[in-house]
């Protein structure tokens, strides 16, 4: 199913502070009996989000009105650990857009990629500088924009490049899965096919 199409996004973040952040952090493995991806974000990071007692942690990013936006801004080693796809889906499910780190598990990348979500990697210094606008004013913008591949604190005017696979950047910004690419280069494919026929 084609997701929603990827334009510049400007919103406020939930900062999660924490290095070496796992899947199973991200999405507890009790809560993957689903095949469906919906209804994933009600358990994100739910062993934080909730005590023993299943009352939520007041302590925690997700719990604190003050936090809002569909940017995730998380410290460096996002997303290591297991395989599970289920992780970005709970990501994607909650409503974040973006997941900025210094660094990201190469498998959560691509899941990420792959839902819908824009993994956002950059540099140390760049990261502990969003952390500390977010310290200084809970309501700062970041811009992300994947036109240029630049995120930018809207407060101070810094940006940073980021990278991604051209091929994940145009299934982004046009809202396409596998399959919606593979469709959307038909008459290519026709023309090179027939071509090819000519010629032999």
Not at 25 to 40: D, H, N, Y
Not at 68 to 94: M, P, Q, V
Not at 178 to 184: E, F, P, R
Not at 188 to 195: D, K
Request: hydrophobic share 35%.
């Amino acid at each position: 199913m084609p997701t929603e199409k990827f334009n510049t996004i400007e919103s406020s973040a939930v900062p999660i502070n924490i290095e070496n952040i796992d899947t199973d952090q991200i999405i507890p493995a009790r809560f993957l009996k689903s095949t469906s991806k919906e209804g994933f974000g009600k358990n994100l990071f739910r062993d934080w989000r909730y005590d023993n007692k299943n009352q939520p942690s007041n302590d925690f990013p997700l719990n604190d009105s003050k936090f809002l936006g569909t940017i995730l801004i998380a410290a460096k080693n996002f997303g290591c650990g297991s395989s599970r796809e289920h992780a970005a889906w709970a990501i994607a499910d909650y409503g974040f857009r973006v997941v900025v780190s210094s660094f990201f598990a190469d498998i959560f990348k691509n899941n990420a990629l792959n839902n819908g979500i824009l993994p956002v990697q950059i540099s140390e210094a760049f990261l502990e500088k969003m952390f500390n606008e977010i310290e200084k004013d809970t309501t700062t913008k970041f811009v992300v924009d994947l036109h240029t591949q630049t995120i930018k604190i809207a407060s101070t005017d810094e940006s940073e490049f980021f990278e991604i696979n051209k091929y994940k950047k145009d299934c982004l910004l046009n809202g396409y899965d596998d399959i919606d690419y593979l469709i959307s280069k038909r008459y290519e494919i026709e023309a090179f096919e027939n071509n090819r026929e000519l010629s032999n």
